[in-house]
């Protein structure tokens, strides 16, 4: 039966009860002395009018408190002690002097937002309430002397909010049915209902219910059968469902992909109070037979990766805008959209801006869903067996970011560009370059892994957005990613600037129609991240900063911007960070010691203002270790010591401000597989291989097929590389069949090609981690491990002078400054070949020098490090125990030197 919309509409709403009479309020007013909402109003523009603290006073900020959220004890609904859980994706709110956050572990708590005292805290399990919490959700709400939340089991919550006693906590269903998917969306709060996305579930959807009992109002999915038509508010007529098809006449055969395939919304909605719509983003076709595969369902398939206006009260559809059609890239674009009045053309618009892992935005009034700035529809490479759309949307302006590979030169600068591609994929294999004796160019080599694919392609593909795949033989790199661009971070806006600002993460991948993880972001390629400036009326980008590596700031790290001109971020490795809102400038860092998957925020109490955040990380992009529970708040003049333990018995670590730096990030670079490396000869390397033996796949195509994986060997090792032929094994059949390589990037070191049976070897004669790939098919890829082994060099190193003053000038972090210079007394004949860092007894992290010089007659290293960097790594007392290693050259063989010198610190 065909349905309107209209009908649908009145059957999934139900009869609001009265609530609550509250003033209007204005999506674009900004937040001040409270923090409301989780990316700070209704509209999420992450922008406050506070300016007590500036880029006159900004070093000056220190933090004001710290508390561990997961040891302080538990308050409700059974008291208890705390949990050693770590991990949350929050951003915290503030109303009336009082922060309320998620913890770690699925609880909820709520603190003095002054000093971080404890008001209460409620962490839900089987045995106290009936149900457990959830390990990620990325915000909670606070209405009608409530907070909101969500709980296992697919839960809504409201707890009370000045005790944390549970109020109401409900499943949603529609029709019968649990709606499922509730748990990881911040969960909205406004005018007596609240408002929750789903995530992870066959048919994603946008709930609201009642806030006084948790009553479903209404819902609305991200896809429809056929026979449910809409009308938006420009009078345009459409069935939803004649989007999912299985060929490619509409509504040919029924298609039920739709129960299955549906987006997620992932992340919370923005709202315009006085249009009476949230504006809510709902991802890519999630299922079916594989998100990375549109064979199956045909057309566009909405509303997945679409924005969707919606009536605040009812739930009835109002417009759309999809700004990929046909999905197989899980290019998205889920983020909470932002809303903005603005002069484009002299005339005062209201946008919405949409827009995050495809690299660009889309500048659309919010009134009706038509572009405020061009979009054009663009022709795209398709691929027949994907049913894809000839055409694609793009904002007429330009991205933000780079939205094609580059093929740098094997052997040029290291990292190199953030959109850098490794050699092999799409065909780009390396040759030497005539031009640049030592360097291999990247050429596109016709006779390559995707050859199949001609029969079936429409137009070009040079590893750009968009471009599309097959199966796992014909996997095909580009940019920007599943994980790429600005993912789920939210943008900021200042009115004040016309500005707004998003973080950028740099990681290319290869999709594949069953790729796991929705696409294979390239091995050894360096994974990066910024934030771009971009004018909030053109659309084009005003200033770019680049962080490099672990600079990462595309995942939930959504940026706080004020009325003073400070930009704040903060980033998965460690640091909260802030800019000059106008140029990009640094002007202020502080380390919290553990990677943050969340926003900055900031609020006052008593006349002061606070900037604060959570350093407690999700996993992605690096799959990081050191996952923290703490929370932090900054104030002009704060002077507060990092500690840890619970509020009620710290525990002094270093007796600095900054936490010490967190465990490094082990997968800057995107790792190996790990197949061992048995019963294979001393140092050797099988290339295209399952395992090292007679029976294994011959010709093996995954990523594991580099024999081992990973080799491990000192520096002077020479390693032989082989592509096994059936003499290899002695047996008849056993061997490969066909060319294979090891090109190794980015230093360009070698690049051979061998038949069956042959092999070639490379001596290694520096520290370091050496990458390679094969021709053949670019998956296979593997890592040679250089080591070198330290010589200890007793008594040789002495810090001058031997006490360290670590201690703050004025009692602010900021005031440490200065240089720790320290001298290495070397042996005869050792000329300095770089990696100097200094070891500090706090953390696994190193520091590199600040400068590093031999004396003239080659005796003595002089070496110094920055205050700055270092001092919160540090205890202070007596015997500190402070190691500085080095590399050298010695008789034309590279070796490393280290020493160890007890000091005292002050602080």
């Known amino acids: ?338 809303l903005a009045d603005v002069k484009i053309g002299g005339q005062t618009r209201k946008v919405v801006y949409y827009g995050s892992k495809s690299g660009h935005q889309f500048v659309l009034d919010r009134t009706n869903g038509k572009p405020a700035l061009p979009v054009v529809y663009r022709q795209v490479p398709t691929d027949a067996r994907q049913s894809q759309p000839s055409t694609q949307p793009f904002p007429a302006s330009g991205p933000f970011q780079e939205q094609c590979l580059v093929y740098q030169n094997l052997g040029s600068e290291i990292p190199g560009a953030p959109n850098r591609a490794v050699p092999n994929w799409n065909g780009y294999q390396a040759q030497p370059d005539p031009e640049k004796p030592g360097q291999y160019k990247l050429v596109l080599n016709p006779d390559n892994y995707l050859k199949n694919d001609t029969q079936y392609l429409a137009g070009t593909r040079e ?98 911007v004020t009325a003073s001109d400070l930009l704040f971020i903060n980033r998965v490795d460690g640091w909260l960070m802030a800019l000059d809102a106008q140029t990009g400038e640094e002007l202020w860092r502080f380390q919290t010691g553990a990677p943050s998957a969340s926003g900055v925020v900031t609020y006052t109490v008593g006349g002061e203002q606070y900037i604060a955040m959570p350093a407690m990380a999700g996993t992605q992009p690096y799959a990081q270790q050191g996952q923290g529970a703490a929370v932090w708040a900054f104030k002009l003049g704060g002077k507060a010591v990092y500690t840890t333990g619970p509020r009620a018995n710290p525990v002094v670590v270093s007796g600095s401000s900054e936490a010490p730096a967190p465990v490094p990030i082990a997968n800057l670079r995107r790792p190996v597989n790990n197949t061992p490396g048995t019963d294979l000869p001393a140092n050797t390397i099988y290339l295209a291989r399952s395992n090292g033996t007679a029976t294994a796949t011959k010709d093996s195509v995954t990523t594991a097929s580099m024999v081992p994986s990973t080799l491990t060997v000192p520096v002077g090792t020479t390693v032989t590389f082989t592509n096994p032929g059936d003499a290899t094994f002695g047996v008849a059949g056993s061997g490969n069949l066909k060319e294979h390589c090891a090109t190794q990037y980015f230093e360009g070191k070698f690049n051979f090609r061998l038949q069956p049976g042959q092999s070639a070897q490379y001596k290694f004669d520096r520290e370091g981690e050496y990458y390679y790939n094969d021709c053949t098919d670019p998956r296979p890829t593997g890592k040679v491990v250089v080591t070198l082994a330290a010589q200890e060099q007793t008594g040789a190193l002495q810090f001058t002078p031997s006490t360290l003053n670590l201690r703050p000038a004025n009692g602010v972090f900021t005031s440490v400054q200065g240089l720790v210079t320290a001298t290495f007394k070397l042996p005869a004949g050792y000329t300095l070949d770089g990696n100097v860092q200094l070891k500090t007894p706090l953390t696994q992290q190193t520091f590199p020098a600040v400068s590093a010089n031999t004396t003239s007659d080659g005796k003595t290293l002089v070496v110094t490090f920055d205050k700055a960097l270092v001092d919160n790594n540090i205890p202070q007392g007596s015997d500190v125990p402070l190691t500085v290693s080095a590399n050298f050259m010695h008789q034309g063989v590279q070796k490393k030197l280290t020493s160890t010198a007890a000091v005292r610190v002050i602080k």
């Open 1 to 338: 039966m065909k349905m309107s919309h209209i009908a649908a509409a009145a059957l999934i709403a139900m009869a609001a009860s009265a609530s609550t009479a509250v003033l209007a309020q204005s999506a674009l007013a900004p937040a001040g002395n409270n923090w409301p909402f989780v990316h700070g109003s209704l509209g999420s523009q992450g922008y406050s009018s506070l300016t007590q603290i500036n880029k006159g006073n900004i070093r000056n900020l220190g933090p004001a408190w710290v508390v561990h959220t997961n040891v302080e004890p538990v308050t409700q609904p059974v008291a208890g002690p705390g949990n050693t859980a770590v991990g949350q994706q929050t951003t915290p709110v503030v109303v009336d002097g009082v922060m309320y956050l998620d913890t770690p572990g699925g609880g909820v708590m709520a603190l003095n937002a002054a000093t971080g005292a404890v008001k209460w805290k409620w962490q839900p399990s089987v045995e106290a309430n009936g149900f457990g919490g959830i390990n990620q959700h990325r915000g909670v709400s606070v209405g009608e002397g409530r907070v909101y939340t969500t709980a296992a089991g697919g839960r809504m919550v409201a707890l009370n909010q000045e005790t944390g006693a549970l109020i109401w906590a409900v499943v949603p269903t529609y029709n019968g049915s649990t709606i499922g998917g509730i748990g990881k969306v911040a969960t909205m709060y406004h005018d007596g209902m609240v408002y929750q996305g789903t995530n992870d579930n066959g048919r994603g959807a946008m709930v609201a219910v009642r806030a006084s009992d948790g009553a479903v109002q209404w819902v609305f999915y991200s896809a429809y059968p056929h026979g449910t038509t809409f009308t938006d508010v420009n009078g345009n007529t459409f069935d939803a469902g004649d989007t999912w098809t299985t060929r490619n006449t509409p509504n040919d055969t029924p298609n039920e992909c739709y129960l299955n395939g549906g987006g997620s919304s992932w992340i919370h909605p923005s709202f315009d109070p006085e249009l009476g719509m949230l504006y809510v983003t709902f991802g890519n076709p999630r299922s079916c037979t594989g998100a990375q595969w549109g064979g199956d369902r045909p057309g566009d398939n909405l509303f997945t990766s679409s924005l969707v206006a919606l009536d605040l009260k009812t739930g009835a559809y109002k417009w759309h805008f999809q700004s990929v059609r046909h999905d197989v890239w899980d290019m998205d674009n889920v983020h909470t959209p932002s």
């Open 463 to 560: 590893g750009c957005m968009y471009d599309p795949h097959w199966d796992e033989n014909s996997m095909f790199l580009s940019m920007t990613s599943q994980n790429g661009a600005a993912d789920w971070s939210n943008v900021s806006i200042s009115p004040k600037l016309n500005l707004r600002y998003i973080g950028m993460s740099y990681n290319p991948v290869a999709h594949g129609a069953f790729q796991g993880g929705n696409g294979l972001r390239q091995i050894g390629g360096y994974q990066t991240g910024g934030v771009v400036a971009v004018d909030a009326s053109t659309n084009l980008p005003v200033w770019r900063k680049h962080f490099g590596l672990g600079g990462d700031v595309a995942h939930g790290n959504h940026p706080l």
